[in-house]
Structures are given as C-alpha cells and as structure tokens.
C-alpha cells in the first residue's frame, strides 16, 4: 500500500498532460511565497512550516531553504500526515500511514504556514486542521499551496497560491517533484482513466 | 490480514510489514500531549474475554480507546457465560449490539476460528489468545520490538536468529511467533525439555534444540516462556530447580549472549523460574517495552481492519463490503483530488 493520493494522471496517457509549470517556474513561485510570507509574518521569525505527505513536504522544505536565505534564520519545517483525520476514511480501505514529525519548537503559539501541492476540495485542510488542534495551539495557521485548482467544497482559502489553474472537475492535476518523481514539473491531463467514475456525465468530446 | 485475524499465519510478509509499519506511526502518537484520534469514531469494539487476562485486555481497551472506538468489555466472570451460556448465544448477544470487532481470549483452541467462520457474526474476528493454539497479535508486537533493536523501520527481520525457551507445549505465543518471524525471514530456535515440546513440532518451520547453552552465543533475540503451570495436568519435568537450572536465563547466561541482543518476555514472568530477577531487571530485557509496544501493535490492526470500508491487506477475502464504485484502491483520490460527487455519498449509508 504505497501512497496513491496524488497519482492521478495514468501513466499511459502522457500525450493528454499539459504542462502547466516548468522547473524554473515552480522555483520562483516558491520564492515568491517565501517573500510574501516573510511580508506577511513581519519576519517570519515564529514561524513554523508543515507539509502534508506526500509532496507537501518537500514543497515545505524548498520554502524553508528559501526563507534561510531571506532572513537568515533557520525556520522550522516538518510533516503533518492528515490520514486517521481523513472524512472519506469510510469510502475506501484504510490507507498506510505517513509520518508527522512535529519541530522540537513544538507549535503553540507559533505562526503555522500548512504547506501543500494541490489545493483543490478543501477536504485535506479540514483534516489538518483537526489534527494539529490535537497537536497543540498555534498562534494562527495559514496555507500555502503550489496549485489553486478551484472546486471547493468547505469554506477553505490559501494565503499563498503558487498558480490559480482554472480546471473543469474532470481534469487532473499532477504535481512531480524531483524529489519524489525525479523532475520538476505541473501537468494538466484529461481524466481519461476516470471517465469511469462519473457515468452519468459524459466526457467532453 | 482479510476480515479476521486468528492466525499468525494469516499475515502474508507485506501485511505483517504494513501492521508494523503502521505501528510505528501510532507508536509516535503515544508522545503527543492528546493521546488521541478519531479514526474509528462511531465503531464499537467487544473485548470479548472467557480467560483472565491484565495486560490483553488492557491494551486492547487503550489501543481501540485512543483510535475513539467505543469499547465494550465482557468478561466470562461475572456474565451470563457463568450461567452456562453458549459461545453462540453470546456471539449473537454481541451481533445484537452491533459489534464491529470482536477481540476474543477463549481458554479452547479454536473458539475463534468458529466465531469467526460460523456466520453468528458479522464483526471482524480478532484473536488475543485461543487455548494453546495462537496469539497473533502478541507475535505482532514482539517482531515490532525486535524489528526496533534488530533491524529498523521498514526492514524486515531476514537473518536474524531468535530462540524462544520453555514451555512451547502450552504456548500460543510459540506457534503464533515461529510462523509470523519465519514469514518476516527470521531463523527460529525453539529450545524445550522434549516433554514441553508439541507432537508435530518436527513440521514447524523452525529448528529445535534441547541444549540452551548450545543457542545462546548465537542468538540476536532470547524469548523466555513462561511455565504455564496452570495447564499442567502431568509432571513435564522433575523439579522447578532443575527446570530453571537446565532452561531458565540467568545472568550467566545473559552474558553469553552476543553484546546486541535482547531478551524478551511475553508476561506474566515467573521471576525464579524461567527468568532471574537480575534479568528480568536488566536494560536488555524488554518485557515493559513490550507492553508499550502492544497499544501501538494493536492500534495499527484495529485501524487496519477498521478503518476503512474493508479491511486492508490481501484485498478480495472481504466478504461483507462491496467494493464502493468499483475503484480499485490504486485510483483512489485524495480528498483534494478529482472526487466526483458520488465518491461522496452519505457516511450513515457505511454506519450499522
């Protein structure tokens, strides 16, 4: 049970992605965040940055290199695995689990930037919400995000957007990053491979 | 793991890596100031217990507690089994209420593999100990432990040489262990007095030895059984003395043990019998560190089989859940992906 959250474009079908950001794109997004988060936290300096497993994470960590080189100081980065909070836990057999790793520092009463690849239902930021009310109180909790794809279904907003990415609910969004996919890059597709799951609707010819 | 789990052996090398690798997550929860998740909110768990036990029960009760299942604890004392009740009429009793998961201690082996099997219940069967048949989730626990000083997260145990001494005879420990460590790669010793010794021993996937100087050198972990007295109805061997001279662990022989080994206890220990007090009371001896492992262990099976629409692991054996939308786990979306509304349907359609 490897985790599948984010594989959504079929390998098979690589000629209907579209690449919507290029390496040199998704690092000047990410130094843009860094910059707007500095501006925003007045120096940044409780800040505390979670990234949601899988690819969160290593956005988390890149931003936090980032913010090193703008202040100086070393921020703080670690994991929050938001499974056993999940709301579709029901739907589909229990997932393995990733890790959280929470920064000695501890987060009550520090500035929480929760770090994303995808922004899409809003779901995955309820869950990690509850869970970091199990962790501790920070002083306030913002969300950074390297694609806004639209289609929320909670009342849930990023303060730091990568790219907003207009999509109809049948495209996917795929983020690969060196880290985890070997390159750098946000492909758009068509869901060919969930056609499927919609029978009702039929596929835009 | 299927729906159930009676069988140590019912856990394939990936499932058995996944439950503890699963544990170790759930171990971590153990250092939070909110001991706490919601997992299986609205899931109740029977601690269904014809046997005494401490530290089963208990740990049981905290790992199914802290997933927020609600638990319900039904001793044979005390309850109508007293009263001559059948193992049926009970299991129906528990139906009745709605039982998702029924961990289950009969003093027969094989009660259950029959609760399990008899279609009384629809809950997922959980073994904490049948007769002296298995004990699945105390092997799952004790590979974690070992896996912690042994190997490492992730790994499994191939190469490592375990010897587990006494009482094999009367052991659900034994059985459950030498099939869930040799799947996990481990070379499995069983050291007895041939009396103490199961008759079809010789087809276990193990070695067997009567001379416990012999292993030790060799040896990266020493399990120590206790001598079950209460299911003696014979003489196994002449006296406790020679019993303890010939098969208990001392401090000598703790010192012939290789500098990384450990020594490990499923509890209750008999302190003069198979264990001195200088070992039991050693740094190496992880008998209380297993018990902390067990909330952890017993945390990742009940969220595996639990947690989820159907149980995890070896897909396919689930018999009471459709498989919903006809997605394969391999397609599954995240909550931030490409859900169609129908993935979203009612929860209460999934409560019983």
């Not at chain 2, 629809?122 to 799952?140: F, M």
């Not at chain 2, 509890?267 to 992880?286: F, Y």
Request: glycine share 8%; with cysteine; aromatic share 4%.
């Amino acid at each position: 049970m490897v985790d599948d959250r984010d594989t959504l474009a079929a390998p098979s079908a690589p000629a209907a992605a579209r690449p919507v950001l290029e390496a040199p794109d998704i690092a000047r997004v990410l130094t843009r965040i860094a910059h707007e988060i500095v501006e925003r936290a007045k120096g940044a300096d409780d800040v505390v940055l979670l990234g949601i497993p899988t690819r969160g994470v290593f956005l988390a960590r890149r931003l936090a290199e980032k913010l090193a080189g703008i202040t100086g100081r070393i921020t703080p980065v670690g994991s929050l695995d938001i499974t056993m909070y999940r709301d579709d836990l029901r739907l589909h057999p229990p997932r393995a689990l990733a890790r959280t790793e929470i920064p000695a520092e501890g987060i009550d009463g520090r500035l929480v930037v929760l770090v994303d690849d995808v922004l899409f239902s809003g779901r995955t930021i309820r869950a990690a919400l509850d869970a970091l009310n199990d962790i501790g109180r920070p002083r306030a909790v913002q969300l950074a995000v390297l694609v806004d794809r639209g289609h929320r279904e909670l009342p849930i907003r990023a303060d730091y957007v990568g790219k907003n990415l207009p999509t109809s609910l049948r495209e996917t969004v795929k983020v690969l990053l060196t880290e985890e996919d070997g390159r750098d890059s946000v492909l758009l597709g068509a869901a060919a491979d969930r056609a499927g799951r919609a029978p009702g609707r039929p596929a835009d010819a | 793991m299927k729906r159930h789990l009676i069988s140590a052996a019912d856990l394939t090398r990936d499932d058995a890596l996944l439950v503890l690798d699963t544990a170790e997550e759930m171990a971590r929860v153990a250092d939070r100031p909110i001991k706490k998740l919601p997992t299986l909110r609205g899931r109740t768990v029977v601690n269904l217990f014809f046997e005494d036990s401490t530290r089963t029960r208990i740990s049981f009760e905290a790992a199914a507690k802290r997933l927020s299942a609600d638990v319900i604890n039904f001793s044979a004392k005390g309850s109508s089994v007293s009263k001559g009740e059948s193992l049926k009429d009970t299991a129906l009793t528990l139906e009745a209420m709605g039982a998702d998961a029924v961990v289950v201690r009969h003093y027969s082996s094989g009660a259950p593999h029959r609760l399990a099997t008899s279609g009384w219940i629809n809950a997922s069967v959980v073994n904490a100990g049948d007769g002296t048949h298995e004990h699945p989730t105390q092997a799952l626990l004790d590979a974690f432990t070992m896996r912690r000083h042994l190997s490492g997260p992730g790994r499994d145990l191939s190469g490592r040489r375990i010897t587990v001494v006494g009482d094999v005879l009367h052991s659900r420990v034994a059985r459950s262990n030498v099939l869930l460590l040799t799947t996990l790669g481990a070379q499995v010793t069983l050291v007895a007095p041939p009396t103490l010794l199961p008759i079809g021993v010789e087809h276990w996937p193990c070695e067997v030895s009567y001379d416990l100087d012999a292993v030790l050198a060799k040896s990266d972990a020493v399990m120590m059984l206790r001598v079950q007295r209460e299911r003696m109805n014979a003489a196994f061997f002449p006296t406790e003395r020679e019993y303890a001279r010939r098969y208990g662990l001392d401090g000598i022989r703790m010192a012939a043990l290789p500098e990384h080994a450990i020594v490990m206890h499923p509890g209750p220990m008999n302190r003069g019998m198979e264990i001195t007090a200088e070992v039991a009371d050693s740094p190496r001896c992880t008998a209380v560190e297993q018990v902390a492992n067990g909330v952890s262990t017993r945390m990742a099976v009940l969220y595996l089989m639990l947690g989820g629409s159907e149980p995890a692991l070896s897909a396919g054996t689930d018999t009471r859940t459709e498989v919903r939308n006809g997605a394969p786990a391999d397609d599954a979306p995240r909550t931030d992906a490409a859900l169609t509304p129908d993935t979203h349907a009612p929860r209460t359609q999934e409560s019983k």
